[in-house]
């Protein structure tokens, strides 16, 4: 029989492995097999490996005679010899929750973020306010004042691949400030009265409404002096609690004035410039005892006694008995009973209460602050703002009239969770479910989607696959849908479709022809 010529091969790479390996004996192991993988018949051996094995096996068991080296007996010679070798690799299972002090929002939690952002937008809306935005990126220059606030020390901050200082915003009032500078008064109207929403991210300890990326409302109000301002502020604030649901009895809002704080320093012998690094430290007194800053305070030029006085100041919760401290004609004394008339008269009084240990922890503050709290105190401040009218003039801008709020989101979920007074966002808000029986009627459910989606504005979901009709109904249920319309071949014989009310269980046949006319009666 005549060989091929891959037999033959094969045989003369065989004869080649087979001298090449009995001359292992006296060469060593390696020898022998690097004088095979010098052959030029290489390229076949992958073909040949498992055959040749099994010759010389048998040859060395059939009693050829001699000794047999190791690399001949061995079936697995070719695998052990080459870098075919398969590392087994770790596999690192994906970490699913999000990085620390962070959230994943669900279509559920997305849907409370929503509503809750409407309410602000609704407030903000009425009190005549335009909406605006910024980069969450920002440089790090606009937060590192140095009156040692703690938000400087609580940046996301890095150096981008441009070699540029940036962070991401702490908080928002710096990006307004750079915004207005930007224009330039002359390019903007004022009064500027906007508002925002942004999400802002500091590096802090977590506590109970207290995260380290968070979304706040944000309204200002820049071009006008007058505590007029902050009154309108603190009126839509109040406007938003009683919208949701809350009372006075739930919330009340502190207000000072940072004039009460520097008057005190002016009588005790304290320079201007230190006011507002003062105001910083003086703000942790409610969070840490005196000890804990007194260094901080001496380097100050504040003595012990000094800030003893102060703090007994500060203690104060009528503006009778600051008046009795500060001089006859303070100006602080007259700002603050302005502020009250005012409040009284947008008929919000019940909420305000002067308290003059309300400091507000930003330095730029200049003038009245405020914030809103849980009255019954457990939890930590819902919102907070006040004047800074020299904001603009820390960047190299004009000093220009300002005042706005900060109004976090997630104290305020707690407290509505808290009075029970959160709505429940189960539900998808899906109005109708739409369905076809059989794929002959997937092009009429398609169209009859179209005609509820554009023609009556209802939300409508299409089963997208063929599906029996309960899972149908389990679907509609669980998407919280008021109804679910079946497109049926008898119904649609008749140029009907079949309507179930999820919430009655009844079911109607309804013209396909006045849909649009059936859809509009739901809402009446």
Not at 155 to 174: C, H, I, Q, S
Not at 189 to 197: A, D, E, N, T, Y
Not at 413 to 439: C, I, Q, Y
Request: proline letters at 3%.
């Amino acid at each position: 029989m005549k060989r091929s010529g891959l037999s033959r091969a094969t045989g003369g790479t065989i004869m080649l492995f087979a001298a090449a390996a009995s001359t292992s004996v006296w060469m060593g192991h390696r020898t022998a097999v690097a004088a095979f993988t010098t052959t030029s018949t290489r390229s076949l051996f992958s073909h040949s490996r498992r055959q040749c094995a099994f010759r010389l096996s048998s040859t060395a068991s059939g009693g050829g005679g001699g000794r047999v080296s190791n690399a001949v007996t061995d079936a697995s010679l070719f695998d052990k010899t080459t870098d075919k070798k398969k590392k087994k690799e770790k596999k690192v299972g994906l970490e699913t929750n999000p990085p620390k002090g962070t959230r994943d929002f669900y279509p559920e939690d997305m849907r409370m973020r929503t509503w809750l952002f409407e309410e602000w937008r609704s407030v903000a809306k009425t009190f005549g306010f335009s909406e605006y935005d910024a980069p969450v990126l920002e440089s790090e220059a606009l937060y590192t004042r140095k009156a040692g606030e703690d938000v400087t020390q609580q940046l996301y901050n890095f150096v981008d691949k441009g070699e540029r200082k940036v962070a991401l915003r702490p908080e928002m009032t710096p990006s307004l400030a750079r915004m207005v500078m930007a224009r330039g008064k002359n390019g903007l109207s004022m009064p500027l009265k906007w508002f925002s929403i942004p999400q802002c991210w500091r590096y802090e300890r977590m506590t109970r409404g207290r995260r380290r990326e968070h979304f706040q409302w944000n309204m200002d109000i820049w071009g006008i002096p007058g505590v007029q301002v902050e009154a309108e502020l603190l009126s839509a604030m109040v406007t938003f609690f009683k919208k949701v649901g809350l009372t006075s009895d739930d919330v009340g809002i502190k207000v000072n004035s940072r004039l009460v704080i520097s008057e005190v320093l002016t009588e005790l012998g304290i320079p201007p410039e230190k006011f507002a690094a003062t105001c910083v430290l003086v703000d942790k007194l409610d969070k840490v005892p005196l000890d804990a800053i007194q260094g901080d305070l001496e380097e100050l030029g504040l003595s012990r006694e000094v800030v003893e006085k102060l703090v007994k100041v500060l203690t104060n919760n009528s503006i009778e008995s600051i008046a009795e401290v500060l001089s006859p004609d303070s100006e602080a004394v007259k700002q603050l009973r302005s502020l009250l008339d005012l409040c009284e008269a947008y008929g919000i009084s019940d909420w305000i209460m002067f308290d003059a240990s309300v400091i507000r922890g930003l330095a730029y503050y200049t003038g009245v602050v405020f914030e809103a709290f849980d009255r019954k105190g457990e939890l930590r401040a819902i919102a907070g703002g006040g004047r800074y009218d020299k904001l603009l003039e820390t960047f190299g801008g004009d000093p220009t009239p300002a005042a706005g709020f900060g109004f976090g989101d997630a104290v305020i979920v707690e407290l509505l969770k808290e009075r029970n007074l959160l709505p429940t966002f189960d539900t998808s808000g899906v109005d109708t479910v739409v369905f076809a029986m059989n794929e002959d009627l997937y092009g009429v459910a398609i169209q009859v989607a179209s005609t509820l989606r554009t023609q009556t504005g209802q939300s409508v979901d299409v089963v997208l696959e063929n599906k029996k009709t309960k899972w149908v109904f389990k679907h509609a249920d669980r998407l919280g849908a008021k109804f679910c319309l079946i497109v049926a071949p008898d119904e649609y014989a008749n140029g009907q479709v079949s309507i179930k009310n999820m919430e009655s269980g009844e079911q109607t046949p309804v013209s396909i022809d006045a849909l649009a006319d059936w859809a509009k009666e739901q809402t009446e």
